[in-house]
């Protein structure tokens, strides 16, 4: 049966795009971070379980032939080509880390790599995984067609391709298995025709269907879609015009929310999603050289302010505090309107929740992958929310892969759509998403160890991409 919680991603992303200071880097509120050899043992093996349980959801869940990750987790679910690239990411991760062996983790990486490049793409509605070299969101399990309707979509290849980009740059080794995936990757990334998807010069459209072209939404203002302006930029194959990432910073929202002045997107995935394969700290272009900060200061900030309005809390949610905040897309128990202490309560399933300037949509869930991709910005806020969530929900909220994906402290009573209520506790998912598990893993091992910023540093087409778009200082040395 169609999962259409899981359906909704698109529309929901096109909703948040199409609707939406100082210089100095202190951060009101907290301290300075912290860096790992300052944890306390607690934290570290904190950090140690949720990334072992984190990696066995993509090792576990991944179909080892083909590199096919599902969306979602026990839900019956079709594939998601973002969840394969925060898969392909977590092998590595997991080599470093001794969860698996290197000789593994590769051969798993060329069976994906393989696997995706070989797949049919063309123009036909049907029995294709994409087109132009892209992919189409969500592909049907296990042949990896298209799944129903969806759209090509250019940012979920992007997140593909990254991780296939950081895999080329991990995988060096002379043997035939390492050789090969650096082969596949070049062949997968050199074959996109990032011109194509220029369909209102000089932005990158958000998508494509063959039966009706291209989706009248392209990549403006700040989000994820950053990731998409490098690729397309670096590509020594099917580059796009340089004017397209001024015309992206054009539509900033740089406002103050919460005391922090920042580039302003509701849902925290918009702050990290780029950020878990490109080392952002102390590079700029001409928008952040303008404003004396950084990107990744810019997601410090993002994170802090999401903080301070949970402590704040003006919807007066349960549970909400110091400890315990978060608001991005995930699922959500049910789309209805309840009065609950006298006060009406407006609950969606899947929705890109957030808080922001001029932008909040917030129904009291919780998804700890907020917390948990912005560890490397703000580790001494998001570790201890990390920490304080598993302590007080337990395994409601903390199981076998780690956390998952949201729960509704306030719903105590309503029976929801989809997950479960545990009694005096409220709502909980019952489902593991990759899109959520994937910046989890990633980013508290670039915290522990910078493996992906440091690996993705030496990739080509990423610093090139960087470079064309004006990005100066720092580890680019130029």
């Known amino acids: 049966m169609t999962d259409f919680r899981a359906l909704r991603r698109y529309s929901v992303a096109l909703w948040f795009v199409a609707s939406a200071c100082s210089s100095a880097t202190t951060i009101t509120g907290i301290s300075a971070p912290i860096p790992p050899s300052a944890l306390t043992p607690r934290q570290t093996a904190f950090l140690d379980t949720l990334e072992r349980r984190t990696f066995n959801w993509f090792w576990e869940r991944t179909d080892a032939n083909n590199g096919l990750t599902p969306d979602r987790w026990p839900s019956n679910s079709f594939s998601s080509i973002a969840a394969v690239g925060f898969a392909l990411t977590a092998y590595p991760v997991g080599v470093e880390r001794g969860y698996v062996s290197r000789a593994d983790a590769a051969q798993r ?121 490098v690729l397309a930029l670096g590509s020594p194959t099917h580059s796009i015009d340089p004017a397209a990432w001024t015309q992206w910073t054009a539509t900033y929202n740089w406002a103050t929310f919460y005391g922090q002045t920042h580039v302003n997107f509701a849902p925290l995935f918009g702050h990290q999603y780029s950020h878990v394969w490109i080392d952002f700290r102390g590079i700029q272009d001409a928008f952040m050289r303008e404003k004396g900060i950084d990107y990744f200061e810019n997601s410090r900030r993002a994170t802090v302010s999401q903080r301070l309005y949970a402590i704040d809390n003006p919807g007066q949610w349960t549970g909400y505090g110091a400890n315990v905040w978060g608001l991005t897309a995930g699922d959500g128990p049910f789309d209805t309107t309840l009065v609950i202490g006298g006060r009406s309560r407006q609950f969606f399933t899947y929705r890109a929740r957030g808080a922001a300037a001029g932008e909040i949509a917030d129904d009291g869930t919780i998804a700890p992958t907020a917390a948990g991709g912005s560890v490397p910005f703000a580790p001494e806020i998001a570790i201890p929310a990390l920490i304080t969530m598993r302590e007080r929900y337990g395994d409601n909220l903390f199981s076998t892969y780690g956390f998952v994906d949201d729960f509704n402290p306030t719903l105590v009573s309503q029976t929801p759509k989809y997950g479960r209520l545990s009694p005096g506790n409220g709502w909980f998912d019952t489902d593991y998403l990759g899109i959520d598990q994937g910046p989890i893993i990633a980013m508290i091992e670039n915290y522990r160890s910078d493996l992906i910023w440091k690996t993705m540093r030496k990739n080509p087409y990423i610093v090139a991409g960087l470079k064309k778009a004006g990005f100066t200082g720092g580890w680019l040395g130029n």
């Open 109 to 229: 990486t060329l069976n994906t790599l393989r696997f995706m490049y070989n797949a049919p793409q063309g123009t036909q509605a049907t029995n294709v995984t994409g087109y132009k070299g892209f992919f189409y969101h969500f592909l049907a399990m296990p042949p990896g067609f298209r799944f129903e309707h969806v759209e090509l979509s250019t940012i979920d290849t992007s997140l593909l391709i990254a991780g296939v980009l950081f895999c080329q740059s991990y995988f060096t080794g002379v043997d035939g298995t390492e050789s090969a995936i650096r082969a596949y990757a070049d062949s997968l990334y050199l074959r996109i025709d990032w011109a194509w998807a220029v369909h209102t010069p000089p932005v990158v459209s958000m998508g494509w269907h063959p039966e009706d072209g291209f989706i009248n939404s392209d990549w403006k203002g700040y989000d994820e879609g950053m990731i998409v302006y």
